[in-house]
T-cell receptor
Framework: DQQVKQNSPSLSVQEGRISILNCDYT??????FLWYKKYPAEGPTFLIS?????DKNEDGRFTVFLNKSAKHLSLHIVPSQPGDSAVYFC?????????????FGKGTLLTVNP | GAVVSQHPSRVICKSGTSVKIECRSL??????MFWYRQFPKQSLMLMAT?????????EQGVEKDKFLINHASLTLSTLTVTSAHPEDSSFYIC????????????FGQGTRLTVV
């Protein structure tokens, strides 16, 4: 049972446009979410997070939106740059009281075309 | 952010031999480290959770006798792939967390293992 889902395996956008990466979750106990970026043959790097007490968190060109009622979050990148081309994973830490392991989505490959 | 160093970044070994991969947290103590394997087409598969001073917890379907994990200190966890076979060729990634809830995980650079 996949508790964190990224239903789009890939996304292609034009440089300068907005990239929107989506993530859905099923466990209503999740209260914190993270986005990671991964280049080929490298480990993921942390990008941005959001707590369930917020519905938006912004950091430069990156904004994450959280819709708790829909159990949906999205990462917006604007303007998109070719260097943003990578795989993006959303992840959720376990609910309080359980262990620390993150639950990852399967990732979305973003390609930003010059 | 915190730094996690993984070594080696690439290794080629012969079938039947064992390979050890190290994961170190350089500027923090990691009570918990995780080992992932990345399969083709992006997905990260959690293999095991490594807790300092205790036995690792393996995910379902992961052979603990084949993938030996040791977490001897708060800054070092090792993954040993024993009697490696070509199907073990993959990209292995470790991560470390400082502990506590809602803490982000910091990832190593990954190790590309090729078994010939």
């Amino acid at each position: 049972d996949q508790q964190v889902k990224q239903n789009s395996p890939s996304l292609s956008v034009q440089e300068g446009r907005i990239s929107i990466l989506n993530c859905d979750y099923t466990n209503s106990m999740f209260d914190y979410f993270l986005w990671y970026k991964k280049y080929p043959a490298e480990g993921p790097t942390f990008l941005i997070s959001i707590s369930s007490i917020k519905d938006k968190n912004e950091d430069g060109r990156f904004t994450v939106f959280l819709n708790k009622s829909a159990k949906h979050l999205s990462l917006h990148i604007v303007p998109s740059q070719p260097g943003d081309s990578a795989v993006y994973f959303c992840a959720a830490p376990p609910p309080p009281g359980s262990n620390y392991k993150l639950t990852f989505g399967k990732g979305t490959l973003l390609t930003v075309n010059p | 952010g915190a730094v996690v160093s993984q070594h080696p970044s690439r290794v080629i070994c012969k079938s039947g031999t064992s390979v050890k991969i190290e994961c170190r947290s350089l500027d923090f103590q990691a009570t918990t480290m995780f080992w992932y394997r990345q399969f083709p087409k992006q997905s990260l598969m959690l293999m095991a959770t490594s807790n300092e001073g205790s036995k690792a917890t393996y995910e379902q379907g992961v052979e603990k006798d084949k993938f030996l994990i040791n977490h001897a200190s708060l800054t070092l966890s090792t993954l040993t792939v024993t009697s490696a076979h070509p199907e073990d060729s993959s990209f292995y990634i470790c991560s470390a967390q400082t502990g506590g809830m809602n803490t982000e995980a910091f990832f190593g650079q990954g190790t590309r293992l090729t078994v010939v």
